[in-house]
């Protein structure tokens, strides 16, 4: 069940509703997952651009959620609420940038990045302890990006 605090929250302001990923946050179960998945369309939009544009969107994404991410944060009094899913959005579509258009890539970026967004292996868990505020919720899941990123140029080159 959707908690009714937290959906009052997103509905009724704006910043909110995007750094819970456009409600997608409000998720009972697994929301970073479903937090991924709400990002997939806006990735199939974004995949035609050229490079430079890509590049910038993700930045903005980036940039944009370290006040999103904290402005939810500190409404909610906890550093990184399960629902604030934000950060997502930017280690997907860093996840998947520049990598060809394709079911199968889309799919192996999403299981890549929940794989490192949820292990968390070094420096992503000493970053998710160390860092706080609008950064910290940020930071951990664009490395785990950066490192899905890594993962799926390197299986696509060895199984292309």
Known sequence: MIDKTLLKLALTNPIHFLSMGLGSG???IAPGTFGTLAVVPLYCLLAPFSWPIY???CLVCCLAGIFFCRYTADALGVHDHPA???????????????????????MLGFVLFRFFDI???WPIRWIDKQVSGG?????????AGIFAWISLYGLRILWP
């Open 135 to 143: 950064v910290g919720i940020m930071l951990d899941d664009i490395i």
């Open 55 to 57: 590049l910038l969107v």
């Open 26 to 28: 409000l998720a009972p």
């Open 84 to 106: 604030i899913v934000w950060d997502e959005f930017a280690g997907f579509l860093i996840t998947m940038a520049g990598v060809a258009f394709s079911w199968q890539n889309i």
């Open 119 to 121: 292990v968390k292996p």
